[in-house]
């Protein structure tokens, strides 16, 4: 084998690049994100939200691009919150094989408890868990792993939630004052993989582009 590409979690990119390099084999990874959605007070709120509930939903969460941390100006925080939250209830989680669902079943039950730990992780940090939360049963979610799409609210950043990637349909809301806190924030965890921002000024857009740690940036668009 001359090369291996993988796509997958950190760690099992790091035991591969490992044994890649007893040969000086060839080796192309992309591996885990936690990625941030930045939410600046001069976006486009109804594009921001509906863009937001997309990219981190979209695949039950199952992205290593999923834009698992939002963070929103301060003076759109309220209104972004009570919208985003609004949106997400009103998806439909079912059969992927029913046009109307939005949202299947995670990959494996094994991901299940996973999920519960991230969850206990939020309660105790004192984040709010404004929506989902919880393992879905009866009826067609007794044929699958299905998790309630979740929001949660108020959480430090040091939690893990904020953290570590999760790779389900979880999703962590934060607020920010200003452009430097927005940048610290963003640039808070061990990833690198992708960012959006959502912003109707070209210079602040630079601004983020050069300043997020990330090797893709999306500018009002998933």
């Given at each position: 084998?001359?090369?291996?590409?993988?796509?997958?979690?950190?760690?099992?990119?790091?035991?591969?690049?490992?044994?890649?390099?007893?040969?000086?084999?060839?080796?192309?990874?992309?591996?885990?994100?936690?990625?941030?959605?930045?939410?600046?007070?001069?976006?486009?709120?109804?594009?921001?939200?509906?863009?937001?509930?997309?990219?981190?939903?979209?695949?039950?969460?199952?992205?290593?691009?999923?834009?698992?941390?939002?963070?929103?100006?301060?003076?759109?925080?309220?209104?972004?919150?009570?919208?985003?939250?609004?949106?997400?209830?009103?998806?439909?989680?079912?059969?992927?094989?029913?046009?109307?669902?939005?949202?299947?079943?995670?990959?494996?039950?094994?991901?299940?408890?996973?999920?519960?730990?991230?969850?206990?992780?939020?309660?105790?940090?004192?984040?709010?868990?404004?929506?989902?939360?919880?393992?879905?049963?009866?009826?067609?979610?007794?044929?699958?792993?299905?998790?309630?799409?979740?929001?949660?609210?108020?959480?430090?950043?040091?939690?893990?939630?904020?953290q570590e990637e999760i790779f389900g349909p979880i999703v962590v809301i934060g607020?920010?004052?200003?452009?430097?806190?927005?940048?610290?924030?963003?640039?808070?965890?061990?990833?690198?993989?992708?960012?959006?921002?959502?912003?109707?000024?070209?210079?602040?857009?630079?601004?983020?582009?050069?300043?997020?740690?990330?090797?893709?940036?999306?500018?009002?668009?998933?």
């Amino acid at each position: 084998v001359n090369k291996i590409s993988f796509t997958g979690g950190t760690d099992t990119g790091r035991a591969i690049m490992r044994e890649c390099a007893n040969d000086m084999k060839r080796v192309m990874l992309e591996l885990g994100g936690k990625s941030p959605a930045i939410v600046c007070e001069d976006a486009n709120l109804n594009d921001a939200v509906l863009s937001s509930v997309y990219t981190i939903f979209y695949g039950a969460g199952q992205s290593c691009d999923a834009r698992s941390r939002i963070y929103v100006h301060e003076k759109l925080y309220d209104a972004f919150l009570e919208k985003f939250v609004a949106a997400t209830k009103a998806l439909v989680v079912g059969d992927p094989l029913d046009k109307a669902t939005h949202i299947g079943s995670l990959a494996h039950a094994s991901r299940l408890p996973v999920m519960q730990k991230f969850i206990e992780a939020a309660k105790q940090g004192g984040g709010k868990i404004l929506c989902g939360g919880v393992q879905l049963k009866g009826g067609i979610y007794d044929k699958g792993c299905y998790f309630a799409p979740t929001v949660i609210a108020d959480l430090p950043e040091d939690n893990l939630c904020v953290q570590e990637e999760i790779f389900g349909p979880i999703v962590v809301i934060g607020k920010f004052a200003n452009d430097d806190e927005a940048l610290t924030k963003a640039n808070g965890v061990k990833y690198g993989l992708c960012a959006t921002l959502y912003t109707e000024s070209m210079p602040r857009a630079q601004k983020f582009i050069r300043g997020l740690h990330s090797g893709i940036v999306t500018l009002n668009t998933p």
